[in-house]
């Protein structure tokens, strides 16, 4: 497994490390900090925690199973406490307790002074000390579903409006399932919608509809596959099922 934290304490950082946040968080440009010599964690942890909230790169730290092992891809994770973990190519591992439900998860202890990625049966909850970045989750049958938020900007910038990616993954139901219902507030969205791959023909993949978060409303009719729809199910949308089959991915899109 590779991956590098940053920024803990009994170390001294520099400019370059300066430098280094600047181009995570801007892309280049010049960093609204005050310029000293060295600075301690402290000082680098605010200005990234100032710039951006929690969650992930674009597309980073994707997790995906095999043999048992759950696996994070490349990316950067941004903890509320203003740390981060960058995972490279080789990726990081994180193994899990087969038939349980396993969250994965990165997770900034301040108490410790550890930075780690970790599973657990429970949905990790932070505390003032303890910041975790929600991943993925497991189910029991081995259902694997994204729970990545991708980090936003907390100032305005010239960017594209924000886009968040959940997958499920070997999605099998039967009449009238709920296939997914979101954890998390999407009241920042304006609109859901999904693709699904077929799990036979893999090249194969199927718009479907597309679902006013705001109205509660279907906008469009779908040809495609008109066994899954949206409803609002216990005041929370739902993605859901008729019919019986199974997919390869359902890739789901809030924008």
């Known amino acids: 497994m590779a991956y590098k934290y940053s920024f ?7 400019a370059e490390d300066i430098n280094s946040i600047t181009q995570r968080l801007a892309g280049s440009g010049v960093s609204p900090f005050l310029t000293k010599d060295t600075y301690n964690p402290e000082d680098l942890n605010s200005l990234t925690k100032e710039l951006v909230e929690a969650g992930t ?14 696996k994070i891809g490349k990316g950067i994770g941004f903890f509320s406490s203003g740390a981060t973990v960058e995972v490279d190519e080789d990726g990081a591992e994180v193994e899990i ?13 301040e108490e410790t002074n550890i930075i780690s990625f970790m599973s657990s049966p429970a949905k990790p909850l932070g505390t003032e000390y303890v910041h975790p970045i929600l991943l993925a989750k497991i189910s029991s049958k081995g259902v694997l579903t994204d729970l990545r938020t991708h980090a936003k900007s907390k100032f305005v910038t010239a960017g594209r409006n924000n886009v968040k990616k959940i997958t ?26 999904a693709i699904v791959q077929n799990a036979t023909y893999e090249d194969y993949k199927y718009p479907v509809r597309v679902f006013d978060l705001v109205s509660g409303k279907t906008l469009n009719s779908d040809t495609y596959n008109p066994h899954i729809y949206y409803e609002i199910r216990d005041n929370k949308v739902a993605l859901c099922a008729n019919g019986s089959q199974t ?4 890739d789901i899109y809030f924008v």
């Open 8 to 14: 803990l304490d009994g170390e001294t950082y520099g």
């Open 57 to 70: 790169s674009l597309d980073g730290l994707k997790v995906t199973v095999e043999n048992g092992i759950a």
């Open 97 to 109: 307790i087969a038939e349980e439900t396993n969250y994965i998860y990165a997770e900034h202890n």
């Open 168 to 193: 499920l993954s070997n999605v099998t139901f039967k009449n009238d399932d709920t296939i997914y219902t979101p954890d998390f507030d999407y009241s920042d969205f304006n609109f859901m919608f």
């Open 247 to 250: 997919y390869k991915n359902i």
